[in-house]
C-alpha cells in the first residue's frame, strides 16, 4: 500500500511539473522550434518531397530510354502524405511500376511494387485492404520526365553533324571550300 502512494505521488508530481511546458498555442509551439534548432543545426531538406527530388534529379541525369520516372504520391493533402518515385517500363501503367522511397527507412532505400507496398493502402484502420493509396502526381512526374530520349544530346551536336556531312559532299563533288586559301 505505501509503494502504491508513493507511485501515486510521484505520478501526480510528475504531471504537475510537466503541465506548464504543454505547447497548447501556436507561438510556444514555434518558440520551441527554434529553440531546438538553435541546439543543433537543422536540415533544410529533409521532408520526403525532397528525398524525391534529389533522387530524381540524379536519375533524370541517366536519360533513361526504356524506363520511365514517375511522381508518386499517397495521401495527398494530408498530414501522412508520402512521396516517392516510381519506375515503370515504357508505356507501362503506374501501378505496375516499382517504388523508390528513401526518405521511409530514413535514408535506406525502400523498394517494392506499387501494388505490394502494404504500408500505403487504402482504409488501413481496417486491415489490409490491398488497394494501394499511391496515385501519380502529373506535374512532378513531367517535371522527371523533361528530357527527350532518343533525342539528339544538343542543337550544337546537331549542327557539328550537319556541318561535317555538308562539307563531306562538298568534297566528293569537287566544289572548292571558300575557307581553303585560293592558289594562283
Not at 529553440?35 to 537543422?42: I, N, P, S, V
Not at 516499382?98 to 487504402?122: M, N, Q, S, T
Request: proline share 4%; charged share 30%; hydrophobic share 35%.
Amino acid at each position: 500500500m505505501l509503494k502504491m502512494m508513493r507511485r501515486f505521488f510521484w505520478v501526480v508530481l510528475f504531471l504537475v511539473l510537466i503541465h506548464p511546458t504543454w505547447a497548447k498555442d501556436e507561438r510556444s509551439i514555434r518558440d520551441l522550434a527554434k529553440a531546438l534548432t538553435k541546439l543543433a543545426r537543422a536540415r533544410k531538406r529533409g521532408w520526403c518531397g525532397h528525398w524525391a527530388q534529389d533522387i530524381g534529379t540524379q536519375l533524370k541525369e541517366l536519360k533513361l530510354r526504356t524506363l520511365v520516372i514517375h511522381w508518386g504520391v499517397a495521401y495527398d493533402h494530408t498530414s501522412s502524405e508520402n512521396n516517392c518515385l516510381v519506375v515503370t517500363a515504357r508505356n507501362q501503367p503506374f501501378t505496375d511500376g516499382i517504388i523508390l522511397d528513401g526518405w521511409r527507412r530514413a535514408g535506406r532505400l525502400f523498394w517494392c511494387p506499387v501494388i505490394k507496398d502494404d504500408e500505403y493502402e487504402v482504409e488501413q484502420h481496417y486491415g489490409h485492404s490491398g488497394i494501394t493509396a499511391w496515385k501519380e502526381n502529373n506535374q512532378w512526374s513531367a517535371w522527371l520526365q523533361d528530357y527527350e530520349p532518343g533525342k539528339p544530346k544538343s542543337k550544337m551536336a546537331t549542327d557539328n553533324k550537319a556541318s561535317k556531312a555538308s562539307s563531306e559532299r562538298d568534297e566528293r563533288g569537287g566544289n572548292s571550300d571558300s575557307r581553303q586559301p585560293v592558289t594562283p
